[in-house]
């Protein structure tokens, strides 16, 4: 979650999960199963901990004003503008993300935050794919190689130790820049200890991924992003880090 008091963007909160973001006294880093998002509750805290009416959301799951059932147009065109640098999308279908989608979607839009596919008024709700979005904020030549489940595929020559390391940089190289866009994401983002466990690791990838959501989120306010897709779905990346 974040705001602009007038002095920039700034880090108020973040959570690796739903549940975690709505209870204040879990570690960020703690071992979470899955839950499904309320938007009402989510939008209550937000107001309780920002003392003011939230006016974007920002979330990494494809979402459609109408059913998923294959690829939408907004996949093919991240793909066509950033396949070639390892960073198109996957094909969603009717049972990933499924109703979870559908569901989220129409419960955000009772709630006054119907899903924005082109510079339509506030508030709103809007699509993240945060590889694009990395690209983008790193002016990068593709992908960074920052998925925990995949450091094997990163650095296949390397022992376990050091892909972690390896891991370790990109993530810090990250919240380097988010912390140029948002203040207080460096101070919010602390990596957890090399030998940590890999749910703990999954926890701060997630942070991570919520946090670059934010960031998109502030650059659709701030008109420095664009809308790939049609009225029915859209991905929002912004145009420059």
Same mark, same amino acid.
Request: proline letters at 6%.
């Given at each position: 979650?974040?705001?602009?008091?007038?002095?920039?963007?700034?880090?108020?909160?973040?959570?690796?999960?739903?549940?975690? /973001?709505?209870?204040?006294?879990?570690?960020?880093?703690?071992?979470?199963?899955?839950?499904?998002?309320?938007? #009402?509750?989510?939008?209550? @805290?937000?107001?309780?901990?920002?003392?003011?009416?939230?006016?974007?959301?920002?979330?990494?799951?494809?979402?459609? %004003?109408?059913?998923?059932? =294959?690829?939408?147009?907004? $996949?093919?065109?991240?793909?066509?503008?950033?396949?070639?640098?390892?960073? *198109?999308?996957?094909?969603? &279908?009717?049972?990933?993300?499924?109703?979870?989608?559908?569901?989220?979607?129409?419960?955000?839009?009772?709630? *006054?935050?119907?899903?924005?596919?082109?510079?339509?008024?506030?508030?709103?709700?809007?699509?993240?794919?945060?590889?694009?979005?990395?690209?983008?904020?790193?002016?990068?030549?593709?992908?960074?190689?920052? @998925?925990?489940?995949?450091? *094997?595929?990163?650095?296949?020559? =390397?022992?376990? %130790?050091?892909?972690? #390391? @390896?891991? /370790? =940089?990109?993530?810090?190289?990250?919240?380097?820049?988010?912390?140029?866009?948002? #203040?207080?994401?460096?101070?919010?983002?602390?990596?957890? $200890?090399?030998?940590?466990?890999?749910?703990?690791?999954?926890? /701060?990838?997630?942070?991570?991924?919520?946090?670059?959501?934010?960031?998109?989120? &502030?650059?659709?306010?701030?008109?420095?992003?664009?809308?790939?897709?049609?009225?029915?779905?859209?991905?929002?990346?912004?145009?420059?880090?």
């Amino acid at each position: 979650m974040v705001t602009d008091d007038g002095g920039g963007w700034r880090l108020l909160k973040v959570a690796s999960s739903y549940h975690a /973001f709505l209870c204040d006294n879990l570690s960020m880093n703690a071992r979470h199963r899955g839950s499904t998002p309320d938007p #009402q509750a989510l939008l209550a @805290k937000s107001v309780s901990d920002a003392g003011s009416a939230i006016t974007i959301v920002a979330i990494d799951m494809p979402l459609s %004003t109408v059913p998923i059932v =294959e690829r939408r147009t907004s $996949d093919n065109l991240i793909s066509s503008l950033y396949g070639a640098r390892h960073a *198109g999308t996957h094909s969603p &279908t009717a049972l990933r993300p499924g109703k979870l989608s559908d569901e989220l979607t129409l419960a955000f839009q009772r709630e *006054g935050y119907p899903l924005l596919t082109s510079e339509n008024s506030l508030p709103g709700l809007i699509e993240v794919y945060p590889h694009p979005a990395l690209i983008e904020l790193a002016s990068a030549a593709r992908r960074l190689p920052y @998925k925990h489940a995949k450091s *094997g595929k990163y650095w296949p020559g =390397e022992t376990s %130790t050091v892909r972690r #390391q @390896k891991l /370790f =940089e990109i993530w810090q190289h990250i919240v380097d820049l988010l912390e140029r866009q948002l #203040q207080g994401a460096a101070a919010a983002l602390v990596l957890p $200890d090399l030998g940590c466990r890999s749910y703990e690791l999954k926890a /701060f990838e997630d942070a991570l991924d919520a946090v670059v959501c934010a960031w998109v989120g &502030t650059c659709v306010l701030d008109g420095t992003a664009k809308a790939y897709g049609d009225d029915r779905s859209a991905i929002w990346i912004p145009t420059g880090g």
